[in-house]
């Protein structure tokens, strides 16, 4: 457990049980996470500092913190089973280069990771679609207060331009995320753009990614 997990008391009671496998996968995690460390080497610092938002299992984080130890991985989710699985990975991995998950929910005004920024990347997966609009105005909000001045935001998924899926199994998909929850779907690269703008962050890239996702990175512009 990281210094910084002092600070949540609840940590200790949530990880009471640490000796478990309490690991949990996914099977999109384990074919995207590659592509995603290609992209990954290239963006982030020798020795950076990052933040993921939305964890999930916790395998992106420690695929991504094993094939670059130089860096300081910190994942975080207000998914309670998703921090466990996370931790027990990274136990299973014996890897000391990133922290306990710490319980972020992108829409809260403070994230209380202020003691580790700046982050020189804030990384998000298959995030913003599966939470309400809220999720995203938030996730930038905090990128813009927590990114050092040339870090970049990460994100990965599928998108819309301009209203218009890339492809008809997103679109079935989006229908899906809808189906279940008004409020869940595929986001637009404009709309990003609008909101990404108003935090000082501009996009940078738009990375084409297997199975019809994109890489988009965000630059923080900040005198
Ligand atoms: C589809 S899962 C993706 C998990 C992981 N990034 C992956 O790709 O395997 C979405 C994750 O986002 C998290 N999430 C949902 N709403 C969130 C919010 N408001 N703030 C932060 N994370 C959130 C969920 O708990 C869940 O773990």
Redesign the pocket.
Known sequence: MNEFSDNHQPLALEYRDQDADKRMF?P??AR?SAPILAIMKQVIPKQGNVLE?????G??AVCFAEAMPDITWQP????LS?RVSTLSWITFKGLNNVHAPLD????SKEWGVEPLMPFDVIVS???IH??PWQ?TL?LFAGAGRLLRPDGVLLLYGPFMRNGIHNVPSNEAFDESLKASNPSWGLRNIEDLERVAEASGLRLSDTIEMPANNNVLLFSLRRS
């Open positions: 996914s999109s995690a995207n938002v939305g964890c999930g299992t395998e992106h975080s989710d207000p998914d998703s972020i929910d992108v829409c997966i298959n995030m599966i939470a999720a938030g």
